[in-house]
């Protein structure tokens, strides 16, 4: 497809757990970004690459969380030792170079931490 | 530091009548300021966007946003809305490289 692919959709797991949530951004574009959005709540920025490297990542919210972008193209969010605070719908988007491009997003990945 | 307020969380209104969502942006610098649409069970999609140059963007569905820098406002605008246009609504502002997100609006348009 054309649009920025989110795998999984849905991933419910156990506190204490390890979890990877995986982002297949928009061929071409170089900037990708993952945001994380609870109930009632705007999408809440946690980091930004462009390219393989770590543009900004100042809204990671400790060191549980992690991403990587080791070719530039897909992305995978890292989370250690779960906790049930973060359930949440995790979204990724992307956009193509240039100055304020707009941001395409996936449909996101809905984490729940029992 | 940039933030972005939503003033209603909520807007209930009938089909064909206006609708007005309002968005209020803090910055101490230019700004590019975004809405975007997230209709149930779907991703966010760009309504409309404000770089420069005309402070009145017309976006897609008939949507319309008014830049007002001495107000510090981006208020999203539509003359007659339709059922399908119940959805949740973010404002948004840039922010080096990324976007800072309100909190949304959720559009109810009834019957």
């Known amino acids: 497809g054309a649009g920025v692919s989110q795998t999984p959709s849905n991933k419910v797991t156990e506190k204490g757990k390890y979890v990877e949530l995986r982002c297949d951004p928009i061929s071409g574009h170089t900037a990708l970004y993952w945001y994380r959005q609870s109930l009632g709540q705007g999408p809440e920025f946690l980091i930004y690459?462009?390219?393989?490297?770590?543009?900004?990542d100042s809204g990671l919210p400790n060191d549980r969380f992690f991403a990587v972008r080791p070719e530039g193209s897909v992305s995978t969010l890292k989370i250690q030792r779960t906790e049930r605070g973060d359930s949440a719908v995790y979204l990724c988007?992307?956009?193509?170079?240039?100055?304020?491009?707009?941001?395409?997003f996936g449909e996101g990945s809905r984490l729940t931490v029992l | 530091a940039q933030s972005v307020t939503q003033l209603d969380s909520q807007v209930p209104v009938f089909e064909e009548a206006p609708v007005e969502l309002r968005c209020n942006y803090s910055s101490s610098v230019s700004v590019y300021l975004f809405w975007y649409v997230q209709y149930p069970n779907q991703g966010l999609q760009l309504l409309l966007k404000y770089l420069s140059g005309s402070t009145l963007v017309k976006g897609i569905n008939g949507f319309e946003a008014e830049f007002n820098k001495s107000q510090t406002s981006f208020h999203l605008r539509k003359p007659s809305v339709h059922i399908s246009d119940t959805a949740e609504y973010f404002c948004?502002?840039?922010?080096?490289?990324?976007?800072?997100f309100g909190k949304g609006t959720k559009l109810t348009v009834n019957p």
């Open positions: 948004a502002v840039s922010l080096s490289e990324k976007l800072v």
């Open positions: 988007a992307s956009s193509p170079p240039g100055p304020a491009g707009e941001l395409f």
């Open positions: 690459f462009q390219g393989t490297g770590a543009a900004d």
